[in-house]
């Protein structure tokens, strides 16, 4: 039995049964929140050495390389039976869509730094960290990944079940047969 399926058991039935009707946005989920870990220490590490002034540039490059994670990711796991696509075609709109991921997430830093102006020294750099959070790494993901699910779906892999998984509720053979208790040696 495969992990989520063993995870998903632990679960209440009436939601496992709801969690498996949405297994593949689940996945994506799943997938969306490490590379969300992935791009939030991307970010900050680059934020607090390289790139200490140039916040909107330091989330853009934490995030184009989150994206090259999601791809495998997604790709393997998340949406491994869909397709319908060659795959230097399927890369090539996995890439555009991720372009326009990563601009739907760094627009809102872009605007409360730029347009709004909350950056040091027309505010403090505690509050600059607050709002870069809020606007990069809350409201930008929540836009990218909305996006990116559908986009996924209806451009990248629009096909379902065109690599088939095998059947995810059965029981394995040897789970199924319980050996009967031998007789005592007399």
Not at 114 to 138: K, R
Request: one cysteine or more.
């Amino acid at each position: 039995m495969r992990l989520t399926d063993r995870t998903l058991n632990l679960l209440p039935e009436q939601v496992a049964a709801l969690l498996r009707k949405r297994r593949e946005t689940v996945k994506f989920i799943i997938v969306g929140g490490f590379c969300y870990v992935v791009s939030l220490v991307l970010n900050y590490g680059l934020r607090l050495t390289v790139l200490e002034h140039k916040p909107v540039t330091a989330l853009t490059i934490a995030n184009v390389i989150a994206t090259v994670v999601s791809y495998f990711m997604n790709r393997e796991w998340s949406f491994r039976t869909r397709g319908g696509r060659r795959r230097h075609h399927e890369m090539l709109l996995y890439t555009v869509v991720n372009g326009i991921g990563v601009a739907l997430n760094s627009a809102p830093l872009w605007v409360a730094q730029y347009m709004f102006g909350l950056h040091t020294p027309n505010i403090s750099s505690a509050a600059e960290e607050i709002s870069d959070f809020i606007f990069g790494m809350v409201i930008g993901v929540a836009l990218a990944m909305v996006f990116r699910l559908w986009a996924y779906r209806v451009w990248v892999f629009p096909h379902d079940d065109v690599r088939p998984a095998p059947n995810r509720y059965e029981v394995p053979a040897e789970a199924a047969t319980v050996p009967a208790p031998s007789a005592p040696d007399a």
